[in-house]
């Protein structure tokens, strides 16, 4: 599991993630939420130690993140960016492999190659393997670089905004992939998601963060409530039951 302990960052003064104790359980798909400036990227930022803490401790699967060696919480948990900027004109496959630099230090084996191939083919990139990713849209882009996350072969996964560029069709494709691997190969999942409906539907827990605070936390059943929601976005939204799901209606 990933234990939060009083987590805090500030700046200028202004807590942008106000002193959060929670536990994230593992297996499963867990979700942020959250309205723009809530704190939700920054919380998954310090989860996975791209940003210092000011105070507090986070510890995955027992591991303290501000103890443990890069190379071995590397073997542990695998983060996706909200922007990812390579400097480098890379090929699709190149970049996939990346991912596997934790194990083979830059020098893939049989193994390596084959956790490449496959984290491709799970997000349909084969026939893209050679294209330079100068040469992809943006949605193609975003798939690369979850490959990238899936071939590191972690149990932990760690994805802001990964529907980034995705159209309708993709993002449904990669939310039934996070899905499968919670619940075919028991990863523990933890996603940055602007889509409250995604969210209900594809989640086993909500956290929903305001203002820098952790507001509330529960399955979807409990989060996806007119009052809780109006409590985390100000607005009220209608919810609605399909097929068992919960979904709220905020358009109109």
Same mark, same amino acid.
């Given at each position: 599991?990933? @234990?939060?302990?009083?987590?805090?960052?500030?700046?200028? $003064?202004?807590?942008?993630?106000?002193?959060?104790?929670?536990?994230?359980?593992?297996? $499963?798909?867990?979700?942020?939420?959250? *309205? +723009?400036?809530?704190?939700?990227?920054?919380?998954? #930022?310090?989860?996975?130690?791209?940003?210092?803490?000011?105070?507090?401790?986070?510890?995955?699967? $027992?591991?303290?993140?501000?103890?443990?060696?890069?190379?071995?919480?590397?073997? #542990?948990?695998?983060?996706?960016?909200?922007? +990812?900027?390579?400097?480098?004109?890379?090929?699709?496959?190149?970049?996939?492999?990346?991912?596997?630099?934790?194990?083979?230090?830059?020098?893939?084996?049989? &193994?390596?190659?084959?956790?490449? %191939?496959?984290?491709?083919? =799970?997000?349909?990139?084969?026939?893209?393997?050679?294209?330079?990713?100068? &040469?992809? #849209? !943006?949605? =193609? @882009? =975003?798939?690369?670089?979850?490959?990238?996350?899936?071939?590191?072969?972690?149990?932990?996964?760690?994805?802001?905004?990964?529907?980034? +560029?995705?159209?309708?069709?993709?993002?449904?494709?990669?939310?039934?992939?996070?899905?499968?691997?919670?619940?075919?190969?028991?990863?523990?999942?933890?996603?940055?998601?602007?889509?409250? +409906?995604?969210?209900?539907?594809?989640?086993?827990?909500i956290l929903a963060m @305001? &203002?820098?605070?952790?507001?509330? =936390?529960?399955? *979807?059943?409990?989060?996806?409530?007119?009052?809780?929601?109006?409590?985390?976005?100000?607005?009220?939204? @209608?919810?609605? %039951?399909?097929? !068992?799901?919960?979904?709220?209606?905020y358009f109109a």
């Amino acid at each position: 599991m990933i @234990r939060i302990e009083n987590v805090t960052k500030s700046y200028s $003064g202004t807590a942008v993630v106000d002193a959060i104790t929670t536990t994230i359980p593992a297996g $499963g798909v867990t979700s942020i939420i959250g *309205p +723009n400036g809530a704190g939700k990227s920054t919380l998954l #930022s310090l989860i996975s130690r791209l940003l210092p803490m000011d105070s507090g401790t986070v510890s995955i699967a $027992g591991l303290d993140i501000g103890r443990t060696p890069s190379k071995d919480l590397a073997k #542990s948990m695998a983060i996706l960016r909200q922007e +990812n900027h390579i400097t480098m004109r890379l090929r699709v496959r190149d970049l996939v492999g990346f991912g596997r630099f934790p194990h083979s230090g830059g020098h893939p084996t049989t &193994e390596d190659k084959a956790h490449i %191939e496959a984290a491709m083919a =799970q997000l349909d990139l084969g026939a893209l393997a050679d294209r330079f990713l100068d &040469e992809l #849209s !943006g949605g =193609q @882009r =975003q798939r690369a670089y979850i490959a990238m996350v899936l071939a590191q072969d972690t149990d932990y996964l760690l994805l802001d905004e990964p529907l980034n +560029n995705l159209d309708m069709k993709h993002s449904v494709e990669m939310m039934r992939l996070i899905r499968r691997l919670a619940d075919d190969l028991g990863k523990t999942v933890v996603i940055v998601i602007h889509d409250i +409906n995604f969210a209900s539907c594809y989640s086993d827990t909500i956290l929903a963060m @305001r &203002e820098g605070a952790l507001v509330h =936390q529960g399955p *979807p059943a409990q989060i996806m409530r007119i009052e809780v929601l109006r409590d985390v976005y100000d607005i009220d939204i @209608r919810i609605e %039951e399909i097929d !068992g799901n919960r979904i709220g209606v905020y358009f109109a």
